[in-house]
């Protein structure tokens, strides 16, 4: 009786090794490499770097890495949070501040794309999906915009809006 090699990291082997690609190994490949985080990881690349490059174009602004997110900051003010699993909720997102009550009222008109964050929600800051199917990223660079404009000093804002 031959055995079997067991596991997705065993399948992903027979993949490779076999000398023809048909279109059901490739599937077959796609779904070892998502479940292997592959694919995943590079989605989250990929957004944190857009996100990365719309928060870094407003004047002075920085970006930080904290307990494995980004923080981007103008001075030493956070304005965005870029959160991936936090504690374990699965969920990728931007936080931004906003403006009180507009919060809550983002959430109530679209939840499926706004979330309350933890242990900031109450404070006025709210939470965009990016792990969604699509992600309007001008809604995201509006979002983020708001929020930067709530913490830069009086002086960047006039130098951003020159």
Known sequence: MSRRPQGIAASCRIRERLPSISVLSVRTGERCLRRLGVIEAERNRERLQKLAKIC???PGTAKEKMHGHMAFKVGKKTFAYYLNDHHGDGIVSVCCKVLAGDNE???EANPRKFYMPAYIGARGWVA???DRASVDWSEVQELVRGSYE???SKKL???FNA
Do not use: G, K, P, T
């Open 56 to 58: 870094v174009a407003f």
């Open 105 to 107: 009222r983002l959430i």
């Open 128 to 130: 965009l999906r990016l």
């Open 150 to 152: 709530q913490m830069a």
């Open 157 to 159: 804002l006039r130098e």
